[in-house]
Antibody
Framework: QVQLEQWGAGLLKPSETLSLTCAVY????????WSWIRQAPGKGLEWIGE???????NYNPSLESRVTISVDTSKKQISLKLRSVTAADTAVYYC?????????WGQGSLVTISS | QSVLMQPPSLSAAPGHKVTISCSGS????????VSWYRQLPGTAPKLLIY???KRSSGVSDRFSGSKSGTLATLDITGLQTGDEADYYC????????????FGSGTKVTVL
């Protein structure tokens, strides 16, 4: 059974860099796109970006200037970096398998931006 | 503000049917597949429907999806208390790079 497990720092100060990692356990990594999605408190879902196992990436235009998604196929991991964070970046961040549909989701990581 | 519009909330009694709409445009819903997700409080979303009307593995046949033009709908029949959740539609816009989209979300309350 495929599981996504994610981790990273949960509390950041404004202007710092958010960094999260998502590992894939129990299933294939290659042949899929892997995505990051976030949800601000009490709000809806927002797509951040995606990456293929080959490293081809696409980003939400509203975040593209601050986001980098990378992949490590040897470890079956994807990573998210979001630079220059502000309070508006406070959210639960999810990794997910897929691009046109999101079939599997990580457990979510609450990241709070506060001075 | 989301490009895909859903009613903020819907409610119905147990055993009844609820229909959630997802309104987009020819740039997204009208020309691409739609998926539906259920998010129980405090948990990650779960895929219910993909490719407009295909049920994800293990999803009850009480859930069905359809699409006509730029409007997609999710029907939930035989409503149960466990169906009380937030529901989101999803699709994408084509372009130089694709942009994945989610609906604004619908809170379903079982009376």
């Amino acid at each position: 059974q495929v599981q996504l497990e994610q981790w990273g720092a949960g509390l950041l100060k404004p202007s710092e860099t958010l960094s999260l990692t998502c590992a894939v356990y129990g299933g294939s990594f290659n042949g899929y796109f892997w995505s990051w999605i976030r949800q601000a408190p009490g709000k809806g879902l927002e797509w951040i970006g995606e990456i293929s196992h080959r490293g081809n990436s696409n980003y939400n235009p509203s975040l593209e200037s601050r986001v980098t998604i990378s992949v490590d196929t040897s470890k079956k991991q994807i990573s998210l970096k979001l630079r220059s964070v502000t309070a508006a970046d406070t959210a639960v961040y999810y990794c997910a398998r897929g691009a046109t549909r999101f079939e599997l989701w990580g457990q979510g990581s609450l990241v709070t931006i506060s001075s | 503000q989301s490009v895909l519009m859903q009613p903020p909330s819907l409610s119905a009694a147990p055993g009844h049917k609820v229909t959630i709409s997802c309104s987009g445009s020819t740039s997204n819903v009208g020309n691409n597949y739609v998926s539906w997700y259920r998010q129980l409080p405090g948990t990650a979303p779960k895929l219910l429907i993909y490719d407009n009307n295909k049920r994800s593995s293990g999803v009850s046949d009480r859930f069905s999806g359809s699409k006509s033009g730029t409007l997609a709908t999710l029907d939930i029949t035989g409503l149960q208390t466990g169906d009380e959740a937030d529901y989101y539609c999803g699709t994408w816009e084509n372009g130089v790079t694709p942009r994945r989209l989610f609906g604004s979300g619908t809170k379903v309350t079982v009376l």
